[in-house]
């Protein structure tokens, strides 16, 4: 079992940065795959990245390719995305969630999800 809670979003300006962190509990963090989706008003929870166990893969949507970077810190059982050059199109509701399929882009290979956080980028 895995619980997620995210923190770190805000309102920010476009052009400017944010960084969420998702912390973790559970025993077998380390094992997990860690993704990141987001929900703007209206729209189906899309993909945005996935880091496998041991970071050495990673996986972007195209949307925040080179904007977009994700971690984690195992022994701090916390993921992150460090979103830079933000744009009011990345106002959403950010979730991280934990599978067991390597960097998975879908939602159904993901078991266990946070409550979401809050990202609003004004133009």
């Known amino acids: 079992q895995v619980q997620l809670v995210e923190s770190g979003g805000g309102l920010v300006q476009a052009g400017g940065s944010l960084r969420l962190s998702c912390a973790a509990s559970?025993?077998?963090?380390?094992?997990?795959?860690l993704g990141w989706f987001r929900q703007a008003p209206g729209k189906a929870r899309e993909f945005v990245a996935a880091?496998?166990?041991?970071?050495?893969?990673?996986r972007y949507a195209d949307s925040v390719k080179g904007r977009f970077t994700i971690s984690r810190d195992n022994a701090k059982n916390t993921v992150y995305l460090q979103m830079n050059s933000l744009k009011p199109e990345d106002t959403a509701v950010y979730y991280c969630?934990?599978?067991?399929?390597?960097?998975?882009?879908?939602?159904?290979?993901?078991?266990?999800w946070g409550q979401g956080t809050q990202v609003t980028v004004s133009s």
């Open positions: 969630a934990a599978g067991v399929v390597p960097v998975a882009a879908q939602m159904n290979s993901y078991a266990y």
């Open positions: 880091i496998s166990w041991s970071s050495l893969s990673t």
């Open positions: 559970g025993r077998t963090f380390s094992s997990y795959t």
